[in-house]
């Protein structure tokens, strides 16, 4: 069974995207099948559905960081919190707390 720290080193975003998308496509259709009795799409077995499950987890955490990469790459840019805020779609105050949580958790996590 799969979990996402096994995975990180494995998978880029992209690479993590691609097959999540390709599990997640194969569930919905397999889904929508027996609906409309339609035979020969198989649904996920267990060992899949856990690693789509882990696959959704390690793109979260993927986006996060990738995220606040982008956010210390709009600052030294010289980008405004207000606006990196706005490009978040929340206020200044939220963005710098969320930056600032996130470096906090790296510098922790450096420390181990």
Do not use: F, N
């Not at 096994?6 to 609906?35: G, K, N």
Request: proline share 4%; net charge negative; glycine share 6%.
């Amino acid at each position: 069974m799969p979990a996402p720290d096994d995975l990180e080193y494995e998978y880029t975003l992209l690479t993590a995207v691609a097959r999540y998308d390709i599990l997640r496509t194969r569930d919905a259709l397999a889904s929508a099948s027996s609906y409309v009795d339609q035979p020969g799409l198989l649904p996920l077995s267990d060992e899949e559905a856990l690693e789509l499950l882990a696959l959704g987890e390690l793109i979260a955490r993927k986006a996060t960081c990738g995220r606040q990469l982008d956010v210390r790459t709009a600052r030294k840019a010289g980008a405004s919190w207000a606006q990196i805020g706005q490009s978040l779609g929340c206020t200044k105050q939220a963005a710098w707390e969320s930056h600032a949580k996130w470096l906090d958790e790296e510098v922790w996590t450096q420390k181990k």
